[in-house]
């Protein structure tokens, strides 16, 4: 699976838009984009995927470049209950399922 | 459904002890994972289950891990004997396939500390 690189740490205020970035730049033509994250003391949850179309369900939005080599994770109005750390892990369409690659994620702190 | 269920949800041992992580997968799901994480390497997955068998255990450490699920509904992951560099937050996740489009469930996890 493709490496990907994310800021260590991010700011947001309550109320306003978290955008997470992820850079991908070795991503392959059958790897699709995944976004979990994790709150504290807690198992990582699923938030999005995507392949090369935008996506949006009921937790955030998936902006992925038109070249896929990189993507932005987006919660529209961030609330403190989104502190977490976020992890972005590309995949490939195989039968490896969720065998996921975890990296070190971006830290986001959502405040007041 | 009540999620993926691991049981204990803390576990404090001597070093040396055998120790036994369980784990209850979500009803119908047919993927089974285990996971640790540490301070010092994240996230790593340790061994994979599709249908019961063991598909990619590539991850797990060494011969002190074991793994097993013997039915569709419960899997467990033992370490014999312990040391304190198993001390780590273990995590089970179960999806409904393997193929891409089906997300991971994990549950709370198991906090071990080996003493």
């Known amino acids: 699976d493709a490496k990907t690189t994310q800021p260590p740490s991010m700011d947001c205020a309550e109320g306003r838009a978290a955008n997470l970035p992820c850079n991908h730049s070795t991503i392959s033509g059958n790897e699709y984009v995944y976004w979990y994250r994790q709150i504290h003391s807690q198992g990582p949850q699923y938030i999005i995927h995507g392949l090369k179309n935008n996506e949006t369900n009921e937790m955030a939005s998936l902006i992925i470049t038109e070249d896929r080599k990189s993507s932005t994770l987006i919660l529209p109005h961030a609330t403190l209950r989104d502190t977490a750390v976020y992890y972005c892990i590309v995949r490939v369409a195989s039968n490896a399922g969720n065998m996921l690659t975890f990296g070190g994620g971006t830290r986001l702190m959502v405040k007041p | ?115």
Not at chain 2, 38 to 63: A, C, H, K, Q
Not at chain 2, 90 to 98: D, E, L, P, V
Request: with cysteine; net charge negative; glycine share 8%.
């Open chain 2, 1 to 115: 459904d009540a999620g993926v269920i691991q049981s204990p949800r803390h576990e404090v041992t001597e070093m040396g002890q055998e120790v036994t992580l369980r784990c209850k997968p979500i009803s119908g799901h047919n993927s089974l994972f285990w996971y640790r994480q540490t301070m010092m390497r994240g996230l790593e997955l340790l061994i994979y289950f599709n249908n019961n068998v063991p598909i990619d255990d590539s991850g797990m450490p060494e011969d002190r891990f074991s793994a097993k699920m013997p039915n569709a509904s419960f899997s467990t992951l033992k370490i014999q004997p312990s040391e304190p560099r198993d001390s780590a937050v273990y995590f089970c996740a179960s999806s409904t396939g393997h193929a891409v489009g089906t997300e991971a469930f994990f549950g709370q996890g198991t906090r071990l500390t080996v003493v």
